[in-house]
């Protein structure tokens, strides 16, 4: 299968830095995606990364790792309207452009 | 404002009575699809066009069907509603090939069937 793996839930404080890691299958790999969801709300759309390295907007960042399937998100200063669920998203090049989605981590942003 | 509309956003129905979910996005993307979110899941795809008159499966289609006859509209068809398919749906389009790495999400439609 086209396993992406994510934590289930994590919690940071208030100002704080937290990483959010997203593990995937590399066969056919052709791009990831982090996506932002409020609960009942639609994604939205963080960042994108096809290519090896850091990915910088604001006070998210996305790394990616092609060799080890891995990539993170990270969010600095945090900030209490960032508690949301956090998607990671792998498109796979033999999956026509098909995204597949990890099951989300939800982020609980503490005082 | 350039969005994705989707209807009925809220709905309980009953099993076997036929519905239509519909999707319209005004940005003239080529990609439309659509995904069912269950608690535990996550998002998964169900069907997706690339262009008017092009479907395609994705990983859990059974009990759904679509059309793409306008650029514009992707409705999502439940001809014989199961309770299995209580759950909150997506539609999402984007430019041709994902290859601007932005897909927009319409604002979900909770169904539950009965």
């Known amino acids: 299968g086209q396993n992406i793996d994510q934590p289930t839930e994590m919690t940071a404080t208030e100002g704080a830095i937290v990483q959010i890691n997203c593990t995937y299958q590399?066969?056919?790999?052709?791009?990831l995606f982090w996506y932002q969801q409020h609960a009942g709300e639609a994604p939205t759309f963080l960042s994108y990364n096809v290519l090896d390295g850091l990915e910088e907007k604001g006070r998210f960042s996305s790394f990616l790792s092609r060799s080890k399937g891995y990539s993170y998100l990270l969010l600095k200063e945090l900030q209490m309207k960032d508690s949301a669920s956090y998607l990671c998203?792998?498109?796979?090049?033999?999956?026509?452009?098909?995204?597949?989605f990890g099951g989300g981590t939800r982020l609980m942003v503490k005082p | 404002e350039a969005q994705v509309t989707q209807n009925p956003r809220y709905l309980i129905t009953v099993t076997g009575k036929k519905l239509t979910v519909t999707c319209s996005q005004n940005m003239n993307h080529e990609y439309m699809s659509w995904y069912r979110q269950d608690p535990g899941l996550g998002l998964r795809q169900i069907y997706y066009?690339?262009?008017?008159?092009?479907?395609d499966k994705g990983d859990v289609p059974e009990g759904y069907k679509v059309s793409r006859k306008e650029k514009r509209n992707f409705p999502l068809i439940l001809e014989s509603p199961s309770p299995n398919q209580t759950s909150l749906y997506f539609c999402a389009s984007s430019l041709a090939g994902l290859n601007t790495g932005e897909l927009f999400f319409g604002e979900g439609s909770r169904l539950t069937v009965l």
């Open positions: 998203a792998v498109r796979f090049n033999n999956a026509g452009n098909m995204l597949t």
């Open positions: 066009s690339m262009n008017v008159e092009v479907t």
């Open positions: 590399t066969s056919g790999f052709n791009g």
